[in-house]
C-alpha cells in the first residue's frame, strides 16, 4: 500500500506504524498525532496531510493502513 503515495506521505505513514508499534493502539487517524515528534520534523500538518490529497485522502490511507494490520495479525 505504500507504493501508491509520494515520499513525505510514505515517510508519515511508517512514523504512525512505529507509534502504533511502541505505543500501541492509538487513533492513528486523528490528525492531532501529527503535531508530535517525529512528524513535527516532516512539515506543518497541513503540509503532512496535504500529502495525501487533503484530509479525507490521509483519513483512507490510515483506514488501509489499519485494516492491513488488522488482517496481517488475524
Not at 500500500?1 to 487513533?27: C, H, I, S
Not at 492513528?28 to 497541513?46: E, H, I, Q, R, Y
Request: no cysteine; net charge negative; aromatic share 10%.
Amino acid at each position: 500500500m505504500f507504493t501508491k503515495y509520494g515520499p513525505q506521505a510514505r515517510a508519515v505513514l511508517d512514523g504512525l506504524l512505529e507509534k502504533y508499534r511502541d505505543e500501541g493502539v492509538l487513533n492513528l487517524d486523528d490528525a492531532n498525532v501529527l503535531k508530535v515528534t517525529p512528524f513535527t520534523a516532516m512539515g506543518s500538518v497541513v503540509q503532512l496531510i496535504n500529502a495525501f490529497g487533503g484530509k479525507e485522502g490521509f483519513e483512507k490511507a490510515v483506514h488501509e493502513m489499519q485494516d492491513a494490520l488488522y488482517q496481517e495479525t488475524a
